[in-house]
């Protein structure tokens, strides 16, 4: 029988400390270990504790601390004879979840002689806690040998630098090792053991103070584990992503610079306000692949200031329609999510996370007032072309903080659209002139959910079965995909004739993830023109070969070095392709990276002779840098209206 009781998540540290405590002998039975005790029964004791059993007679005891995570190597405890060194152990704790920092209750950071201390232990070789896990699902809805330099990965450091001391500088180096360790083998190969030794190198970084390589280094251990496993919600882009953002991190802390964004910061605590007003746009359903659910109301503010309020817990898609209509706990207010979405808010004692987020402390008190008219064309809304906003969004800033700038990223934004009718898996508009000719090239708008206990795909097949119709959206500019937009909200345009036409207590707006539209929400189907004519769209991402640099780079993360240099002696055409498609420095870095990957030195017994992989690394992360920022200029490009005559 297999359990379904959510093991506690555990410290980095802990688990690091537990898989170095292991003889060579057991190490090499860990994986087989985790596998079978992640699928063992479990039961819950009154005290709040998590028993694993591991046999007849051994059993492992998880006693979570008041945060409900295991911070101390005494709070798991097995009962056979060679624990606390004994391979129970260590195999339950690995297969927990791995706690986020800001719950592990650690010290931001320590002096530099208890980092060498930690340093220099000999290593000898899903998801967070509730609240923390639903927090982060509210937030992502609501971001050569030595160190790779400015010139070789495109990116320059942050403008503003700080000197780092020399413990930042090792720490930095430690984890950068490991890092490269972990991508020389291939996400599929990579063991508990080496992801404790990255675990330990990043528990490391944390003490020395570098909390966004830590962070960077969390996400890469999660998402080995994720792949391991193949989760449903497993996504390779993501893992890449994370790794290309460890190794950067880390190799321009390892030349010495500092600056804040580089460093991180280690807490995002919520911080106190005076007053705020603001207005409700949007509901938007929240389904995580880590099987919570739930809802967040977008807000705005009269300067343009976007804030939200979340409520996201375990329970997947049922969970997210049931929170359509819950109730928002703030300040003693009787709104509930579907009518502070309409409605505003006037805030005071107002508590305000870095990203947004609206808190309910005991001290905030909400009284509802006025919404948004989006008939008015709210500045804050409708203010700028698509264009710029766009171009606003995909702007790459080098050294910038990566929660940040995925929360610029995903900032929404309004414009006009007029619907030409599907094509694929999405549909087909423009963005009209005010002589209703097109402007700019057709957009595509796809839908923020698929899940069929949502409304997102149903009110796109309603929109694309009207051609001509006018509609006004709240939308976010997909940033890996042409020209365009996911359709957030939907609302009439004024003074149009051929436009959405809802009913009163919708006040002005459709939330297309929850409202479905319906035939009576529509002009009758005699009044609508022909289709307007446009061209063929093209996609530059899908014409180009830069596919080909995607699948290597990817490759190397779920695969390692090994992989890379097979494929390249497989189909070596790549370079080539490349080149005479125009992309240059995509080849020679192609080149490079293939060239890298099969340089295997042995001795005369066959053994590995270089077992460094600091140089694959700095390879991979040069391509994978220069393809992410070609991918998005490619992508900005195609929001550019044509060149006139």
């Known amino acids: ?268 605590d919520y911080r106190q306000g005076t007053s705020l007003r603001v207005q409700g746009v949007f509901r938007e359903p929240v389904i995580s692949a880590t099987g919570y659910g739930g809802v967040v109301t977008h807000l705005v503010a009269e300067d343009g200031s976007w804030f939200s309020v979340a409520d996201v817990k375990p ?26 979405s309409r409605s505003g808010l006037l805030i005071a004692g107002v508590t305000i996370s870095p990203d947004g987020r609206l808190g309910a402390g005991k001290g905030v008190r909400a009284l509802p007032s006025p919404g948004l008219d989006w008939q008015e064309t709210p500045a804050v809304l409708f203010g700028r072309p698509l264009a710029e906003v766009v171009a606003d969004r995909l702007t790459l800033v080098p050294g910038a903080d990566p929660v940040e700038a995925e929360a610029h990223l995903r900032r929404p934004f309004g414009c006009d659209l007029v619907i030409i009718g599907p094509s694929g898996d999405h549909v087909l508009a423009y963005e009209p002139t005010p002589d209703d000719e097109p402007t700019g090239p057709p957009i595509r708008l796809t839908p923020a959910q698929r899940h069929p206990d949502l409304a997102h795909v149903a009110n796109l097949r309603q929109l694309a079965a009207r051609p001509g119709l006018r509609v006004r959206v709240v939308a976010r500019v997909d940033p890996d995909r042409a020209t365009t937009l996911i359709p957030l909200a939907a609302a009439p345009v004024p003074g149009a004739a051929l436009t959405l036409r809802l009913p009163a207590e919708w006040k002005g707006h459709a939330d297309l993830g929850y409202d479905s539209l319906q035939g009576a929400h529509f002009p009758p189907a005699a009044e609508f023109p022909p289709p307007h004519p446009l061209g063929p769209s093209s996609d530059p991402l899908v014409d180009s070969p830069l596919w080909r640099v995607r699948r290597l780079v990817e490759l190397a993360v779920s695969g390692g070095r090994r992989a890379i240099a097979e494929s390249a002696r497989d189909n070596g055409s790549a370079p080539a392709l490349l080149r005479r498609a125009g992309f240059r420095n995509a080849a020679d870095l192609t080149t490079a990276l293939t060239a890298e990957a099969d340089r295997r030195t042995r001795d005369v017994f066959g053994r590995l002779t270089d077992t460094d992989s600091r140089d694959f690394a700095a390879a991979w992360l040069a391509s994978s840098l220069h393809l992410t920022a070609t991918e998005r200029a490619l992508i900005r490009a195609t929001w550019q209206p044509p060149a006139s005559d």
């Open 1 to 268: 029988m297999t359990s379904t009781l959510q093991l506690p998540p555990v410290a980095p540290d802990v688990t690091a400390a537990a898989v170095e405590n292991l003889t060579s002998r057991l190490r090499k039975k860990l994986d087989a270990a985790v596998e079978q005790y992640a699928a063992a029964p479990a039961t819950a004791g009154d005290d709040g504790s998590v028993t694993v059993v591991c046999g007849e007679e051994t059993s492992v005891v998880l006693t979570p601390g008041p945060s409900g995570t295991i911070t101390s190597p005494e709070q798991a405890v097995c009962s056979c004879l060679l624990a606390p060194r004994c391979l129970h152990r260590a195999a339950v704790l690995t297969a927990c979840p791995i706690a986020d920092p800001a719950e592990s209750g650690e010290p931001d950071s320590i002096d530099e002689a208890s980092v060498d201390a930690v340093s220099v232990q000999d290593d000898g070789s899903s998801e967070a806690g509730t609240d923390k896990a639903a927090s982060a699902e509210a937030g992502k809805s609501s971001a050569a040998a030595g160190p790779v330099s400015a010139a070789n990965t495109g990116i320059a450091a942050p403008e503003s630098e700080e000197k780092l001391k020399p413990a930042q500088i090792r720490a930095a180096e430690g984890l950068r090792q490991a890092a490269a360790a972990v991508l020389a083998v291939g996400a599929h190969a990579v063991g508990a053991v080496p992801q404790a030794e990255l675990l330990r190198a990043a528990h490391t970084a944390r003490l020395a103070g570098l909390h966004r390589a830590e962070a960077a280094a969390l996400r890469v251990v999660r998402g080995v584990r994720s792949a391991r496993a193949r989760h449903d919600g497993h996504r390779l882009a993501d893992l890449t992503g994370a790794m290309r953002e460890l190794l950067l991190a880390t190799s321009l802390l390892a030349s010495g610079r500092g600056g804040a964004a580089l460093v991180g910061t280690a807490r995002r």
């Open 315 to 340: 329970g997947g898609p049922s969970r997210a329609r049931a929170a359509a209509t819950a109730p928002v706990a703030m300040g003693g207010t009787v709104l509930d999510h579907a009518e502070l």
